[in-house]
């Protein structure tokens, strides 16, 4: 940042704070998560005004090494040396210093500001989409270790579920909806339960219950865990991932508690997703397993999806197979929609090739290298794209070459090679 845009970045925080203190009908979501994290606001309950802001606060948070001296001549500005404070005498007259200086681009990434400020004279300013746009606490990671503490707290017994689940809240995720190239049967489903979760009260109402069980069905590769993913991200619920397998080799006599435990947090972090993978590890046990407490497991968790549903418990179940030929029909008629993830057409792996080569850009015949890819994943396609940035880069390079994206096909054709070879 240059020290004018220092400054500026010192001002949006000192408006804020006094905006926020002046309107109480403002709450957590109407600050950005940096400010929140700058007026050390961690639950969307019990926010104490008034907010303060601190020199060693913006040297932290901002990473501005002299705030005192950047805002030293300021006529907007009072330092009060008890306390190391800033703050602004006159909300208004530091709101036309900030407009008149540059600060019209804060004010659209600031819920807090747009509505100061679209009070005042027309700037073509609208709270309500800047707020829209504005990340909800509810997203962060703060706010989820906040909800899980108090429910381990309020039931000791559930801690044992956070060893066996990785929790992701939405705004960690990082595969978003468009990165991501989806059939128009996926593409479905998404919408279908994004319907669902807004009318929850009138499928609850009519007692239509049975929504929100899905099951991914494919190979390897071709995206069931990045769209589970992607659509916490979309659908702002954070997701409890957990292997049938890894909770199924641990602990074999307390198997069934803890699948017990896992729904229970689930239906306790709601809404959420709860990403069930290996599901086919359910049918293994059942055919092939004679020890009683795996089929006691085993039927615990049947029983705990049937009385599992997103509308009556905020929970989208989500579970995942590699080998759909395994599950028998307790386990198929569990779902209620079941999504295939094949390995992508040629149409498709041009558009993942596109997709995943936007932000680097490439001079490449898309069409051409699709069809040399027949049988890869979309997770092959990316890590071909991979290798040939990494190879540019080796040959003094930031443009990506046709040519080395022809070499990433041929690594990832070659570890296909490999695995395949027997040793023996």
């Known amino acids: 940042m240059s020290g004018d845009d220092e400054t500026l970045k010192i001002l949006d925080v000192l408006l804020c704070a006094e905006i926020f203190n002046q309107n109480p009908n403002l ?19 019990g926010i104490k005004r008034p907010v303060t802001v601190s020199e060693s606060t913006i040297r932290r948070v901002l990473q501005i090494q002299n705030p005192r001296g950047k805002v030293a001549e300021n006529p907007v500005v009072i330092y009060e040396e008890f306390g190391q404070r800033f703050r602004i005498p006159a909300l208004e007259a530091a709101a036309k210093w900030f407009l008149g200086h540059g600060g019209m681009p804060y004010i659209k990434q600031n819920p807090a ?34 909800k899980i503490s108090e429910i381990i707290a309020a039931d000791e017994r559930l801690r044992t579920a956070m060893d066996l689940i990785i929790i992701n809240a939405p705004d960690e995720i990082e595969q978003q909806i468009d990165d991501l190239v989806c059939t128009s049967e996926q593409k479905d489903i998404i919408a279908k339960m994004r319907i669902a ?34 659509m916490s991200h979309a659908m702002h619920m954070p997701i409890l991932e957990v292997r049938l397998s890894m909770v199924t080799s641990q602990y074999l006599g307390e198997t069934s508690k803890n699948i017990d435990r896992i729904f229970e947090l689930a239906k306790k972090l ?21 020890h009683g407490a795996m089929k ?62 936007h932000s680097v850009g490439c001079e490449c015949d898309f069409r051409y290298l699709a069809a040399q890819t027949d049988g890869l994943s979309g997770s092959d396609l990316r890590m071909l794209v991979k290798e040939a940035i990494l190879l540019s880069i080796m040959d003094g390079r930031k443009a990506l070459l046709q040519s080395d994206i022809e070499k990433g096909i041929q690594m990832v054709k070659s570890r296909g090679v490999i695995r395949n070879l027997n040793w023996l």
């Open 296 to 357: 006691r497991a085993v039927n615990s968790l049947l029983k705990n999806i049937d009385k599992m549903n997103l509308v009556k418990n905020g929970v989208l179940l989500i579970g995942a197979t590699n080998h759909p030929q395994l599950l028998d029909e307790a386990a198929w008629r569990r779902f209620d929609e079941v999504v295939e993830f094949s390995l992508p057409s040629e149409e498709m792996r041009e558009r993942i090739l596109k997709k995943i080569t």
């Open 197 to 230: 979760i807004i009318h929850r009260e009138f499928l609850l109402k009519h007692r239509i219950h049975e929504v929100g069980k899905l099951l991914f069905v494919g190979p390897p590769g071709p995206g069931k865990t990045s769209l589970a993913l992607a």
């Open 27 to 45: 709450d957590i979501n109407d600050l950005t998560p940096e400010h929140r994290t700058m007026f050390g606001l961690g639950s969307a309950s």
């Open 113 to 146: 500001l747009a509505y100061y400020f679209e009070t005042l004279d027309s700037f073509g300013i609208s709270y309500r989409e800047v707020k829209a746009e504005n990340p909800p606490f509810e997203d962060s990671r703060s706010y989820l270790d906040g």
């Open 270 to 290: 709601s809404p959420c997703i709860l990403f069930i993978d290996e599901f086919d590890y359910v049918a293994k046990s059942r055919v092939t397993d004679d």
